[in-house]
C-alpha cells in the first residue's frame, strides 16, 4: 500500500515537472532555436541558387558552421544547443504524459512524440559537441553521412528492403507533413486568441508556405533513397544538402531552390512565432 502510494505521489510529481513554466521555457527556448537553424538553411541555401556553393552545406552542419565563425559564435552554440536540450525534453514530457489538447494521450500521438525527442535530442548533441571543439561531429555533411549510412545497409541481408521501407518512410513523412501545413492544422496549436487578426494571417502564410516547403525536402529526399535501393546505388542517397541542390537541375532552374529556400526561412520565422504562441 505504502508502495503504491509512494509510487502515485511521484507520478503525480512527475506530471506537474512536466506541466511547469520550466519546461514551458525549456519548449519555447527550443522553438527559437529551431527557428534560427532554418532560417540560416533558408539563406545558405539562396546563396547556393545564386552561386556556385562553394564549399557552403545547406544543412543543419551549414547552419552550425555558419553560427561558429560569427563572434561569440561559441557561446551562441553552446545557447543554441541547450535550447535544443528543452526542445527535447519537452517531447519527453509528451511522450510521457501526453500533448496538450483533447486527443494528446493518443498512442500515436506519443509515439511520434517519443520520435521527435530522439531526433531533437540527437541535434542538441551534434550542436553542443561542435561548441565544445568537435569540429568533426555537429558540421559533416548530411550528404556524406547519408551514403555512409545506406551503403551499410545495403550490405545487410534484406537491406534492399530496408532502404526501401526507410525512403517510402521518409517520403510518405513530407507528403503528410505538405498535407498538414496546406490544411492549416498547426492552428490548433497556437493560441489564436492573443494574435491580432494581421499577425494570423501571417503566422497563417508562414507556416503554410513553410510547411509545404519543408515537406518537399522529406519528400525528394525519401524518393533518393528509394532509388538508391532499387539501383543498390548508395550514392543515390542524398542529405539535405544535395537534395536542395537537386532543386537547381529542374526546368526551372535554380527559381525553384529560391522558393524552398524562401519556405524553410519562413518556417524558421514560423517557428519563433511558435515560441510565442504556442500551447505547451
Known amino acids: 500500500m505504502a508502495t503504491g502510494s509512494a509510487t502515485g505521489r511521484g507520478r503525480r510529481q512527475a506530471r506537474r515537472a512536466a506541466n511547469s513554466t520550466a519546461v514551458s521555457g525549456a519548449a519555447r527556448a527550443g522553438f527559437a532555436a529551431r527557428g534560427v537553424i532554418y532560417l540560416l538553411i533558408g539563406v545558405l541555401s539562396l546563396r547556393i541558387a545564386f552561386s556556385d556553393g562553394g564549399g557552403e552545406q545547406a544543412d543543419r552542419g551549414g547552419a552550425i558552421a555558419e553560427i561558429a565563425e560569427k563572434p561569440f559564435g561559441t557561446v551562441l552554440l553552446w545557447l543554441l544547443g541547450i535550447a535544443l536540450v ?154 539535405m544538402d544535395d537534395t536542395l541542390r537537386s532543386f537547381t537541375d529542374t526546368p526551372a532552374g535554380p527559381w525553384l531552390l529560391v522558393l524552398i529556400a524562401l519556405g524553410l526561412a519562413a518556417y524558421g520565422v514560423f517557428s519563433w512565432a511558435n515560441a510565442r504562441w504556442r500551447k505547451v
Open 86 to 239: 528543452g526542445m527535447a525534453l519537452w517531447r519527453l514530457t509528451e511522450a510521457a504524459f501526453g500533448q496538450a489538447g483533447p486527443d494528446g494521450k493518443k498512442a500515436s500521438k506519443r509515439a511520434m512524440a517519443a520520435g521527435r525527442c530522439v531526433f531533437y535530442g540527437f541535434a542538441a548533441y551534434s550542436v553542443l559537441s561542435y561548441a565544445a571543439g568537435e569540429k568533426g561531429s555537429g558540421s559533416g555533411s548530411s550528404d556524406k553521412d547519408s551514403q555512409d549510412i545506406t551503403a551499410k545497409v545495403l550490405d545487410w541481408p534484406g537491406g534492399q528492403w530496408i532502404v526501401g521501407i526507410a525512403g517510402a518512410a521518409v517520403a510518405g513523412a513530407g507528403v503528410w507533413i505538405a498535407v498538414r501545413a496546406f490544411r492549416r492544422k498547426f492552428q490548433k496549436h497556437l493560441k489564436k486568441s492573443d494574435m491580432s487578426p494581421k499577425t494570423r494571417k501571417v503566422v497563417n502564410f508562414l507556416g503554410m508556405l513553410g510547411g509545404a516547403c519543408r515537406g518537399a525536402v522529406f519528400a525528394v529526399a525519401g524518393g533518393f533513397a528509394i532509388a538508391a535501393a532499387l539501383k543498390h546505388k548508395p550514392g543515390k542517397a542524398k542529405g
